[in-house]
């Protein structure tokens, strides 16, 4: 792996096969722990640990509020009252994140971290399309759009049954949802 992480960047394989990475090549890695990693492994990935106890998911939403306003320009002024609305009409007053762990299965386990993470890469994503034409979304689509992302950040990986459980959970909150087609 210290191959590919140095200037080389060279893959080997397993079978001893050498594969040089572009230089737009980039790498995500996602593992279980960092019991067989060496410390030149750790710093080249630039990994820090963070307890999810000492950090928690609010201060990346507080960030990427931050960053629309500052960085991607044609962000509504209003985006961050908004998104302090919908986070707590849909995450805090129902504490989503207990409600899913304890009535929802999941196919897979995922962090609260984690699923924060997805959601504001998702929302970012479906408005990358406004901030492209210079255009300022409304609230009700802004609603829209954080639905959107959260019904499949915190949902994407439950069963069937669930996600329609998790649907009906989203219309008792009044969020803007599509009906289910049969």
Request: hydrophobic residues 40%.
């Amino acid at each position: 792996m210290n191959t590919v992480l140095d200037d080389n960047k060279i893959l080997t394989l397993a079978n001893a096969e050498r594969i040089p990475m572009t230089d737009n090549c980039k790498m995500v890695f996602e593992v279980e722990n960092l019991n067989n990693a060496s410390p030149a492994t750790v710093s080249r990935c630039g990994i820090i640990y963070v307890s999810a106890s000492d950090l928690g998911w609010r201060p990346l939403i507080e960030t990427w509020c931050k960053d629309r306003q500052e960085i991607k320009g044609y962000a509504n002024v209003e985006e961050s009252q908004w998104m302090g609305e919908l986070t707590d009409k849909y995450i805090e007053k129902p504490n989503a994140f207990d409600m899913t762990t304890k009535e929802y299965t999941y196919m897979m386990p995922q962090s609260e971290v984690v699923r924060i993470n997805q959601m504001l890469n998702l929302l970012t994503a479906v408005l990358q399309e406004f901030v492209d034409k210079q255009e300022f979304v409304d609230k009700d689509a802004f609603a829209k759009f954080y639905i959107y992302s959260y019904a499949w950040a915190m949902g994407g990986l439950f069963e069937n049954e669930d996600r329609e459980k998790f649907h009906k959970f989203l219309e008792s909150r009044g969020a803007p949802l599509p009906e289910i087609s049969p």
